[in-house]
Nanobody, 123 residues
Framework: QVHLAESRGGLVQAAGALRPSCSAS????????MGWFRQAPVNQRKFVAS????????YYGDSAKGRFTISRDNAKKSVLLQMNSLKPEDTAVYFC????????????????WGQGTQVSVSS
């Protein structure tokens, strides 16, 4: 089992940047594929980005392509989401998630979730 905790969300103006972080504890972190999802009020949880266990493969949702970068540090048991050129429509609670098989873009295929961190972008 792995426990996840997100941090470093926040409030930023449009065109600004944030870098939420996800810290893991528990079993071997390098054995988990990791993903970031987001959920705005009254919306479904949507895929943002995912990264393979080695960190060599990354995948992005359409809204994140060209603006967001996912990375991981297996030694530090952490996953980062660098978000640049933020827009008001990026406002949501951002969650990190883990699964102990191949990376996925589907939230229902992840086994472990953090509590989320709020990201708010003002116009």
């Amino acid at each position: 089992q792995v426990h996840l905790a997100e941090s470093r969300g926040g409030l930023v103006q449009a065109a600004g940047a944030l870098r939420p972080s996800c810290s893991a504890s528990g079993r071997t972190f390098s054995g988990y594929s990791m993903g970031w999802f987001r959920q705005a009020p009254v919306n479904q949880r949507k895929f943002v980005a995912s990264i393979t266990r080695s960190g060599m493969g990354t995948y992005y949702g359409d809204s994140a392509k060209g603006r967001f970068t996912i990375s991981r540090d297996n030694a530090k048991k952490s996953v980062l989401l660098q978000m640049n050129s933020l827009k008001p429509e990026d406002t949501a609670v951002y969650f990190c998630a883990a699964r102990d098989v191949a990376v996925s873009m589907h939230s229902d295929e992840y086994d472990y979730w953090g509590q989320g961190t709020q990201v708010s972008v003002s116009s």
